[in-house]
């Protein structure tokens, strides 16, 4: 008798608990598998059945003025046995479920890339596969039901140290006249944030003479998103975006001894949909997260996407300058950054208390005598009839 076979997640909750880049709070996926008869009041054979979690990465790049495409699944993480019938034990049933807890990768070990989808260049997906068996005549597993599955990682929101203390970045012009410093508040940002950039301009003490000379023509300040497309047959194929840019023009400023110094801000722009409208609430179609940016930090076997902050300073009476500093850019911006700092330690105290033992299953077998009567028939004397509600 075929069977019918569901994966539902935790009541009001999603699938993944826990925040996936954040080890110490076990990310995990939770739910019920839950298996049925096609024709009720009929029961099933059940011999086997486990979840396997798959990762797809579908790229499109253009080579040689033609369009390539590359989709690649890996498992991700170990199958999950929920159930396997005993040899000589009663393997029918009239309904099962099965509560299961998916263990994620820790990030350390493994690479869990988030959900994404870039434009029409790539998209990264996950899927929840349940394999069934039914019987010892059926030689493979079969895909009986799966579900699209939402990875967000917190691994570089704004609330870790490495984020919060800033950075900056020197350089000397190639002909030793002057420094040209970068100086970052924080190296992570979200959709909205603004950026405050320092552009410092700083003479060379040994080489006063000619650097009382320099003026300065302008500052260009960009954001530029790196896409990194690794293949087979074209090896690594690679992007480069300007996301956002802002020019200063200094009009000949004279560099004083003291040097000069300029503030420069812009803000991370959002996703286009979520700019024309501020009502805009993202789709969560397909297992991509609700978020409203368009791209942000990612690595993965096929795709790596970087973010960087690049200054270039123009002189005369010496060389212009280029300077270029990595930055992460998250799905979250600073005040969801704030907010999420209390449920990541709740979430830590209760993954020290989860247990890792499998959790116990409901069997409703065929030769249980109340079998029928649990699945909402009545007992008559001449049978069983369903119960029926309106």
């Known amino acids: 008798m075929p069977v019918q076979v569901n994966i539902r997640g935790p009541p009001n909750s999603d699938f993944v608990l826990g925040y996936p880049g954040i080890d110490a709070t076990w990310p995990r996926i939770a739910g019920v598998v839950e298996l049925r008869s096609e024709s009720a009041g009929q029961p099933f054979k059940l011999k086997s059945i486990k979840l396997q979690l798959y990762r797809t990465e579908d790229i499109q790049y253009t080579s040689t003025l033609l ?145 009382g000379k320099v003026k300065l023509q302008q500052i260009m300040v960009k954001l530029e998103e790196e896409l990194k497309i690794t293949t087979t047959s074209d090896g690594t194929i690679s992007k480069l975006t300007t996301v956002r840019s802002q020019r200063v023009v200094l009009n000949s400023v004279k560099l004083g001894p003291n040097g000069l110094y300029h503030e420069i801000t812009f803000s991370v722009p959002m996703s286009d949909d979520c700019a024309k409208d501020s009502f805009y609430i993202p789709s969560n179609d397909d297992g991509m997260p609700n978020v409203t940016i368009a791209s942000f930090s990612t690595a993965s076997s096929l795709l790596t996407v970087n973010y960087y902050i690049s200054m270039v300073v123009k002189m005369s009476g010496c060389k212009d300058v280029e300077l270029r500093m990595p930055v992460a850019i998250t799905a979250f911006n600073k005040d969801v950054c704030a907010s999420l700092v209390a449920p990541i330690n709740s979430a830590i105290e209760i993954a020290k208390t989860v247990t890792l033992q499998k959790p116990q299953g409901a069997f409703v077998s065929a030769n249980d005598r109340s079998a029928l009567q649990s699945l909402g028939f009545l007992k008559l004397t001449n049978g069983y009839r369903r119960i029926q509600i309106e």
């Open 67 to 211: 369009t390539q495409k590359v989709e690649q699944s890996y498992a991700v993480g170990r199958e999950v046995v929920l159930f396997e019938a005993h040899p000589t034990g009663q393997n029918t049933f009239y309904a099962v479920d099965l509560p299961f807890v998916y263990s994620l990768p820790l990030s350390r070990d493994v690479l869990l890339p988030a959900s994404m989808h870039v434009s029409k260049q790539a998209k990264i997906t996950y899927r929840l596969d349940a394999l069934l068996k039914e019987s010892d005549n059926q030689s493979n597993f079969e895909t009986a039901a799966y579900c699209p599955i939402t990875i967000v990682r917190y691994d570089n929101i704004r609330i870790f140290q490495q984020y919060l203390q800033g950075n900056s970045l020197m350089k000397e012009s190639d002909d030793k006249v002057v420094y040209v410093t970068l100086q970052l508040d924080y190296t992570s940002f979200g959709p909205g944030d603004v950026v405050r950039i320092v552009a410092g301009v700083t003479p060379n003490p040994d080489w006063t003479h000619r650097s």
